[in-house]
């Protein structure tokens, strides 16, 4: 019932109407639209070097001849993977220690928090770099963990702070005097109470973690050839913008969509959810 109230609030926003329509037309481009392409991301054409977009390549061509068109909607499909990966990792980590912490207390209170604010004062772009190169010619997946790994303290403080809260609660002392153990309390009670943090930090995450793999790969440091994302084609086609802008211009605007939309949904997300943060 409380999933219906809370759509029915997002559908009357109309900011978040035009995200969703954005998100779901950006997935349908690029999960179904390389079917209807005239070539594959991979195949390159020896006879179209740099190419304008024309008939036959509708984004025009790359210095190697691969289809723009193609190669930016397989871009677009591992941000995409990238982004949805992070935030879940990120989100049920943070979800995990904050509950953990709040709930349990004591040494294991400190040192999750001990933790959390050492990664905090970490410069995670520079230890991304630093390691991303021992990963290279390993699965990316490895890129996404670093990603995750730094995406989750602040919300786990947060989460900790509610528990604090929610393990004073009446159910949640008659569930500890019934002997059930503290991990299936917090399953079970804890972090379903804490729901609409938890979505509205997923969401807002997807979209940091899109861009923070946008300026990792643009830098060299993310996804790593012959695989391709909206960063690495961002990143190819930064210094040819002046004679060969569809190289920029087509990846950019596609992350710059991408993100907007993502943005959209987690702010309806978070009025829906609470009515009175937009007061």
Same mark, same amino acid.
């Given at each position: 019932?409380?999933?219906?109230?809370?759509?029915?609030?997002?559908?009357?926003?109309?900011?978040?109407?035009?995200?969703?329509?954005?998100?779901?037309?950006?997935?349908?481009?690029?999960?179904?639209?390389?079917?209807?392409?005239?070539?594959?991301?991979?195949?390159?054409?020896?006879?179209?070097?740099?190419?304008?977009?024309?008939?036959?390549?509708?984004?025009?061509?790359?210095?190697?001849?691969?289809?723009?068109?193609?190669?930016?909607?397989?871009?677009?499909?591992?941000?995409?993977?990238?982004?949805?990966?992070?935030?879940? /990792?990120?989100?049920?980590?943070?979800?995990?220690?904050?509950?953990?912490?709040?709930?349990?207390?004591?040494?294991?209170?400190?040192?999750?928090?001990?933790?959390?604010?050492?990664?905090?004062?970490?410069?995670?772009?520079? /230890? /991304?770099?630093?390691?991303?190169?021992?990963?290279?010619?390993?699965?990316?997946?490895?890129?996404?963990?670093?990603?995750?790994?730094?995406?989750?303290?602040?919300?786990?403080?947060?989460? #900790?702070?509610?528990?604090?809260?929610? #393990?004073?609660?009446?159910?949640?002392?008659?569930?500890?005097?019934?002997?059930?153990?503290?991990?299936? /309390?917090?399953?079970?009670?804890?972090?379903?109470?804490?729901?609409?943090?938890?979505?509205?930090?997923?969401?807002?995450?997807?979209?940091?973690?899109?861009?923070?793999?946008?300026?990792?790969?643009?830098?060299?440091?993310?996804?790593?050839?012959?695989?391709?994302?909206?960063?690495?084609?961002?990143?190819?086609?930064?210094?040819?913008?002046?004679?060969?802008?569809?190289?920029?211009?087509?990846?950019?605007?596609?992350?710059?969509?991408?993100?907007?939309?993502?943005?959209?949904?987690?702010?309806?997300? #978070?009025?829906?959810?609470?009515?009175?943060?937009?007061?």
């Amino acid at each position: 019932m409380r999933s219906k109230v809370v759509f029915a609030r997002m559908l009357r926003n109309r900011q978040t109407r035009y995200g969703l329509i954005a998100l779901l037309l950006l997935l349908l481009l690029a999960y179904v639209g390389p079917f209807f392409g005239p070539h594959d991301w991979l195949e390159k054409d020896f006879t179209a070097f740099m190419e304008p977009p024309s008939a036959d390549h509708w984004w025009g061509t790359t210095q190697i001849g691969q289809d723009v068109y193609a190669v930016a909607l397989h871009g677009m499909q591992k941000s995409i993977v990238i982004g949805f990966l992070v935030a879940l /990792i990120s989100t049920g980590l943070a979800a995990l220690v904050g509950a953990s912490a709040g709930y349990f207390g004591g040494w294991l209170d400190k040192a999750l928090m001990w933790g959390a604010d050492l990664l905090l004062v970490l410069p995670s772009f520079l /230890i /991304i770099a630093i390691v991303s190169p021992n990963l290279r010619g390993g699965s990316w997946l490895w890129f996404v963990l670093l990603l995750a790994a730094f995406s989750w303290m602040i919300t786990s403080r947060v989460v #900790r702070s509610m528990t604090l809260s929610l #393990r004073e609660r009446e159910y949640i002392l008659a569930a500890r005097y019934m002997g059930i153990p503290g991990w299936k /309390i917090i399953i079970r009670h804890v972090v379903p109470n804490l729901s609409s943090l938890l979505i509205i930090d997923a969401t807002l995450n997807v979209s940091a973690a899109i861009i923070g793999e946008a300026g990792l790969s643009f830098f060299g440091f993310g996804v790593q050839p012959p695989d391709v994302s909206l960063g690495t084609l961002i990143a190819a086609g930064s210094d040819k913008v002046p004679g060969y802008s569809w190289l920029f211009l087509f990846p950019s605007g596609l992350l710059v969509l991408l993100v907007l939309s993502v943005n959209l949904i987690g702010d309806g997300l #978070r009025d829906a959810l609470d009515p009175g943060s937009n007061s």
